[in-house]
């Protein structure tokens, strides 16, 4: 049998597990998709039990695949959720569930002791904003104050797409980006932050080795072989968060493009060639050796829309919204506290302009608006800083629903553009690809897809409606003020 060659992707989700697989030349053969979900086992704690969902989940997956593709896998590369890990002890068994990126609060106590304890020399050294819920050292010490036998126990900290590699290597690793993503770097010296370590006490061999996303973690176990069809000895790239998996999928990894990823929240990721320090927002290296980014994730996104769906039962009534005026309503939209760049988990959804006549379908054009108001306040903190290009890359599931995406062309005024059929597990695809053929393929393979006309779409903003839409972009951010001062007259 002719092997044909596959490079497969795979991007753990919140609520799904998708895989990739390409050819040498990018071209996707087949795609897969199973359900996942997250446990809250109390208000502000969001986990995935790695094994019956994650671990299970790839085996299932991999079956849906098929074993004509896997079996003819050349490598593979694995993304999951930025700022999620697992304690795992000496038997590389996870101690617990994973706890989650910054939707997770639990430790907000610990961000509060840290941020006004810790010097300003360290703290700078790993997150130009302080800690926040998106930070992983607060959670660490949650656990070792509420969980002190799952600390004790601790053989090391781990990503949890690594997880998953591990069992299929035996090697564990951070990535870089997702470690600075993560406030586990020190971005002077691209290493752990060994003097905070010091400071906190926080034991530093409970973290496993840095490295960069493009390298070979190691190859297929001839055990994990035999209990997943992939060939004994392919490699396994290190890989990088989701985001960083999007930003592959659309070519954001040069510096000079900026992405913004629809999903469950929305993030933001801007490639640049130096490092630029701006409150509220997280640096780091990013995938590419010598290329830095500026980035962070909002509240906001799918699970808020899914969540106002289920409090109003709208239901798909996407087509049905007027597209040519602004929404009578007014939205803040953080079910869980502000993220990017306020870092306030007290900062909650705010609706204003409701009458008795108000309809279904205005709550659902505010949402979007809500989230193109964020999104137009974020680009413009970067403007004072950095050149914003007039394109902006946008992917992630809700990039795909038209109607959302020219609501947020208008509220912004920027051009959006959307390749159609990529998402994070074809980047980590091109990962893979890239890892053994080096960057200059994966260029290739999104040069050709962008002179295909059905592989891409462009959104191109109303700027009538731009301008119409001035005072609701004005009237959001005196919004977040005033539920600013709100939170301030509430704690007094």
Avoid at 25 to 33: D, F, H, S, V
Avoid at 235 to 256: K, L, Q, Y
Wanted: charged fraction near 20%; aromatic fraction near 10%.
């Amino acid at each position: 049998m002719v092997r044909m060659g596959f490079y497969l992707g795979f991007d753990f989700g919140t609520s799904s597990i998708k895989a990739a697989a390409i050819n040498e030349n990018g071209i996707l053969q087949k795609t897969a998709i199973i359900s996942v979900s997250m446990v809250s086992p109390r208000p502000g704690y969001f986990e995935v039990d790695i094994i019956n969902q994650w671990l299970n989940g790839f085996l299932n997956v991999l079956h849906s695949l098929g074993i004509d593709i896997i079996s003819q896998a050349e490598a593979i590369c694995i993304s999951s959720v930025c700022a999620s890990f697992v304690p795992i002890d000496s038997s590389d068994r996870p101690l617990r569930n994973a706890i989650m990126y910054g939707i997770d609060t639990r430790a907000i106590e610990q961000i509060n002791v840290l941020n006004h304890s810790v010097p300003d020399d360290m703290l700078s050294s790993v997150s130009f904003s302080g800690f926040t819920t998106h930070s992983i050292i607060p959670k660490i010490i949650w656990i070792r104050e509420n969980e002190p036998e799952i600390y004790n126990k601790t053989k090391y900290f781990v990503e949890s797409s690594n997880l998953i590699t591990s069992f299929l290597t035996g090697e564990y690793a951070w990535d870089k980006p997702t470690a600075a993503g993560a406030h586990l770097l020190d971005l002077r010296t691209h290493s752990y932050p060994q003097y905070l370590f010091e400071y906190i006490d926080i034991d530093k061999d409970k973290f496993p080795p840095l490295r960069a996303p493009l390298e070979i973690l190691g190859g297929i176990t001839k055990k994990a072989s035999e209990l997943t069809g992939l060939p004994h000895g392919i490699p396994v790239s290190v890989g990088a968060c989701d985001i960083n998996a999007e930003a592959f999928s659309c070519g954001s990894f040069d510096p000079g493009r900026l992405l913004i990823v629809f999903g469950s929240t929305i993030s933001l990721l801007f490639t640049i060639n130096k490092y630029v320090a701006i409150p509220g927002f997280i640096a780091g290296p990013s995938i590419l050796d010598g290329t830095y980014r500026l980035g962070g994730a909002t509240s906001s996104g799918g699970r808020y829309l899914e969540w106002l769906d289920k409090t109003l039962n709208i239901g798909n009534q996407w087509s049905s919204l007027d597209l040519y005026r602004p929404s009578e309503l007014l939205m803040v939209p953080f079910l869980d506290g502000a993220r990017l760049p306020y870092n306030d988990s007290h900062c909650r959804v705010l609706w204003y302009g409701m009458s008795n006549a108000t309809e279904k379908t205005e709550y659902l054009k505010a949402a979007a608006e809500s989230m193109g108001c964020e999104i137009y306040n974020l680009i413009s903190i970067l403007s004072q800083d950095l050149e914003i290009p007039a394109c902006l890359n946008v992917s992630g599931g809700l990039s795909s629903n038209l109607e959302f995406s020219k609501i947020i062309s208008n509220v912004t005024g920027f051009v959006l553009k959307r390749f159609k059929n990529t998402n994070a597990s074809f980047g980590d695809a091109l990962m893979a690809l890239s890892s053994l053929k080096g960057v200059d393929q994966a260029r290739l393979v999104l040069e050709k897809l962008e002179r295909l006309s059905d592989e891409v779409e462009i959104i191109e903003p109303d700027f009538a409606l731009f301008q119409e839409y001035a005072s609701k972009r004005k009237a959001y951010m005196a919004a977040i003020e005033g539920i600013q001062k709100l939170i301030t007259l509430d704690k007094e």
